[in-house]
């Protein structure tokens, strides 16, 4: 009697065990299931998430046509999207040629549409090395408010350092300024300062 218990408990023990296997087996396999399903949803979204930033991306950017004279090998006018740099036209334009002067380039400049870039040769005077390449006014004492730093906007008459900053901020936030009535929406700049400087500055 004794060795019939043991068997069956012995055969207890063994189908025990094995649906105990059998019960692991298919938890790991619902959980590696689980983790692929996930896995998918994630590359899914992922997809998903960067064709909408490209999208969006598109749809922010468009295309103008700039100028570009000058020391490069290739000048001409060409087409770039909006949010492109000096440094992307002249790319384009086949780089600078040996006898440009690359320190009176500003490379990092945004570019606008109709926009004239001039890269000078080694030696030519009247081109100031803080402000992006525009050829040079007829008036050598006017500001191209587009691009002129800080400093070379302190020189108009009534702007100081608040206003400096705010058109410059302005000009970061908003864009290139395409008419010289759009100084008005700066802070601080008004009617009266405007016509002080309408004859000192170049826009765009």
């Known amino acids: 009697m004794w060795e019939a218990i043991k068997k069956y408990d012995k055969r207890w023990y063994i189908f025990f065990l094995a649906a105990l296997i059998v019960a692991v087996a298919i938890l790991f396999r619902n959980n590696e299931m689980n983790e692929k399903e996930q896995g998918s949803m994630l590359t899914a979204e992922r997809i ?118 705010a058109i410059i901020a302005y000009r970061e936030e908003h864009g290139p300024f395409e008419k010289v009535e759009d100084l008005l929406n700066v802070t601080g700049i008004g009617e009266k300062t405007l016509e002080k400087i309408r004859e000192q500055i170049v826009v765009p």
């Open 48 to 165: 998903a998430q960067g064709a909408a930033e490209k999208k969006e991306e598109k749809a922010q950017s468009k295309i103008i046509v700039v100028d570009i004279k000058g020391a490069v090998v290739r000048p001409g006018v060409y087409e770039i999207k909006d949010t492109a740099r000096v440094n992307d036209v002249v790319a384009m334009a086949g780089g600078f040629t040996k006898e440009a002067d690359q320190t009176k380039v500003n490379l990092a400049a945004k570019v606008h549409d109709e926009m004239m870039i001039y890269v000078p040769t080694r030696g030519e005077t009247n081109v100031s090395s803080t402000n992006p390449p525009l050829i040079p006014s007829s008036d050598s004492k006017k500001v191209h408010i587009n691009t002129a730093s800080e400093e070379e906007i302190l020189q108009l008459s009534g702007i100081g350092p608040s206003k400096a900053a």
